[in-house]
T-cell receptor
Framework: DAGITQSPRYKITETGRQVTLMCHQT?????MFWYRQDLGHGLRLIYYSAAADITDKGEVPDGYVVSRSKTENFPLTLESATRSQTSVYFC??????????FGPGTRLTVT | RKEVEQDPGPFNVPEGATVAFNCTYS??????FFWYRQDCRKEPKLLMS???SGNEDGRFTAQLNRASQYISLLIRDSKLSDSATYLCVVNMYFGNEKLTFGTGTRLTIIP
């Protein structure tokens, strides 16, 4: 019973590199979300998806790309990483009208 | 003005005491309300939903005041294990699963 997993858990990359963070859930939840968490800002929504092949922007989408070809996977790509994207990234999933369950997070450092 | 505002704390409270947190939200049409708990360097987890009539779960009581646009969380007989950051979370828009998170209130229970 894995629930929702994220990989990698820790990543250090250089400015300008492309980075992909993976998110996988085993519940077949319709909705999936990507957040970033920074001191003083709390959790901010980057992108979300209501179903496979349906994605939409959240509060802070610039510099990020998502896709959802399968219900269970929701990868987040930083096309050209910048230092301002150093953060903790959380993936979450839910069914409509129910609580969101979060993955363990990915700590990303951009040098 | 932030959409969801919380006192960041920290609250340092002796074991066994009662502690209360408040949270205000900006959108009067907000649909649903939650308290999440986040332990240090971990993912957020749902503590409880907040219903219009108020609700209780063991030592925890949540209240909603729609007229004043605030929600509260009361913890009675606090335990060391209650030490965490408490996130006020609001679903602001009907038919939308997006959640807006407060920056959190940090609570430390002192033995």
């Amino acid at each position: 019973d894995a629930g929702i997993t994220q990989s990698p858990r820790y990543k250090i990359t250089e400015t300008g590199r492309q980075v992909t963070l993976m998110c996988h859930q085993t519940w077949s939840h319709s909705y999936m979300f990507w957040y970033r968490q920074d001191l003083g800002h709390g959790l901010r929504l980057i992108y979300y998806s209501a179903a496979a092949d349906i994605t939409d922007k959240g509060e802070v989408p610039d510099g990020y790309v998502v896709s959802r070809s399968k219900t269970e996977n929701f990868p987040l790509t930083l096309e050209s990483a910048t230092r301002s994207q150093t953060s903790v990234y959380f993936c979450a999933s839910s069914e409509e009208g129910y609580e969101q369950y979060f993955g363990p997070g990915t700590r990303l450092t951009v040098t | 003005r932030k959409e969801v505002e919380q006192d960041p704390g920290p609250f340092n409270v002796p074991e066994g005491a009662t502690v209360a947190f408040n949270c205000t939200y900006s959108n009067s049409a907000s649909q649903s309300f939650f308290w999440y708990r986040q332990d240090c360097r971990k993912e957020p987890k749902l503590l409880m939903s907040v219903y219009s009539s108020g609700n209780e779960d063991g030592r925890f009581t949540a209240q909603l005041n729609r007229a004043s646009q605030y929600i509260s969380l009361l913890i009675r007989d606090s335990k060391l294990s209650d030490s965490a950051t408490y996130l006020c979370v609001v679903n602001m828009y009907f038919g939308n699963e997006k959640l807006t998170f407060g920056t959190g209130t940090r609570l430390t229970i002192i033995p």
